[in-house]
């Protein structure tokens, strides 16, 4: 008795292999491909062909958003870049560190900030007489509360502060909304620099940091023309 072949099992898989090697396929069943019909999940049934130009759409749309987020971000680093550039160029130029901090003051507040604000850990600094550089001078023992809480795994922050925080950071009545905080030096241990906004929202967790980061490399080699690093 001889037994029947076994149907070969068709799986998605199969029939794309097949399609994939015959890419004459479509051409030489392109009327029966005209009458196939095949479920849409928002339109119900539709032809092949209209499924074809709908996946198609989907990509032209697809790309140019892509195209479309690469031209802001394009245009967003070039602003960046003009801006670092601008305000290095008044670093540079200060006479002295009280000059510097004001520049950085002017720039801040022509972005609709608050103002900026620096401190120096005084282990890192020599910032006792006759300095008169002792107002930027903040103990990093009293600043470790707030490094624990925001700035455990990163150099900086971006969000609000609580009053404690605040007081200690900026002591005049001013009102901070949020801030966007980044420690100074490879290890983080020279001081602090921080932007300060009256908008609560302004600097918020998730946004981008690049311009902080170059800031707060540029200004410790900035404040090394006039203060001495500790051994």
Do not use: C
Request: proline share 4%; glycine share 6%.
């Amino acid at each position: 008795m001889t037994s029947k072949p076994k149907k070969a099992l068709v799986t998605d898989e199969v029939v794309s292999q097949y399609l994939i090697e015959n890419p004459g396929f479509f051409v030489r069943n392109a009327k029966q491909i005209e009458n196939m019909h095949i479920p849409h999940p928002i339109r119900g049934v539709i032809s092949l062909s209209e499924w074809q130009l709908a996946r198609q759409r989907n990509k032209i749309k697809q790309l140019e958003s892509e195209i479309t987020l690469l031209m802001e971000q394009a245009s967003a680093n070039e602003k960046l870049f003009e801006s670092l550039m601008l305000l290095q160029n008044q670093l540079l130029s200060a006479d002295n560190l009280n000059d510097m901090v004001g520049r950085l003051n002017i720039w801040a507040k022509s972005l609709g900030l608050v103002g900026a604000y620096l401190y120096l850990f005084d282990d890192k600094w020599q910032l006792g007489a006759p300095s008169s550089y002792q107002h930027l001078a903040l103990s990093a023992d009293k600043f470790e509360f707030i490094r624990v809480r925001h700035l455990q795994y990163t150099a900086q922050y971006l969000g609000q502060l609580n009053s404690t925080e605040s007081h200690l950071l900026v002591p005049e009545n001013v009102y901070i909304g949020s801030v966007a905080l980044s420690l100074l030096g490879k290890f983080g241990d020279l001081g602090i620099l921080m932007f300060v906004s009256r908008n609560p929202y302004h600097y918020q967790t998730g946004q981008g940091t690049l311009l902080l980061e170059k800031i707060s490399e540029m200004v410790p080699l900035l404040i090394s023309r006039w203060i001495t690093r500790k051994p």
